[in-house]
């Protein structure tokens, strides 16, 4: 009897193969979907992080320049303008990034009012 196998009961050969066969058909094969969408979801998290890790040091410090677009420079680290634009208000000034679209308004400071808008009352 050369067989390793033989005068094994039939109930742990049957096992071994059904073992067998159950660890063949999980791990044998390519991922399954669960794991790839988990093995995703980290490479993801993974990137974004690195995103965040750039824009954190940015955070830390002011804008390069007081007209910057706040949202081009910290969130993604590129240099662009505000430009004015119309305003619906005579209260505030309105600035536009020509490159995401960020719009700023700001309460216009009292002591630049030109003449025009003070009034006298008699
Ligand atoms: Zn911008």
């Given amino acids: 009897m050369s067989n390793p196998m033989a005068g094994m009961p039939k109930e742990s050969e049957a096992f071994r193969r059904e073992m067998l ?5 999980k791990y044998g094969k390519s ?5 790839q969408e988990a093995a995703e979801i980290i490479a ?8 965040a890790r750039k824009a954190i040091a940015r955070l830390g410090s002011r804008l390069p320049e007081p007209d ?5 420079y910290y969130l993604r680290g590129r240099y662009s303008l505000l430009r004015p634009i119309p305003s ?6 309105s600035f536009r ?8 308004t700001r309460t216009r400071n ?6 025009g808008e003070k009034r006298i009352r008699s």
């Fill in 97 to 104: 990034c020509g490159v995401c679209d960020f719009l700023q």
């Fill in 44 to 51: 993801k998290f993974r990137e974004e992080k690195a995103h």
């Fill in 110 to 115: 009292r002591l630049q009012a030109t003449p």
């Fill in 68 to 72: 910057s677009c706040p949202e081009c």
């Fill in 88 to 93: 619906e208000s005579d209260r505030v000034d």
């Fill in 21 to 25: 066969r159950h660890l063949k058909d």
């Fill in 31 to 35: 991922k399954p979907a669960v794991v």
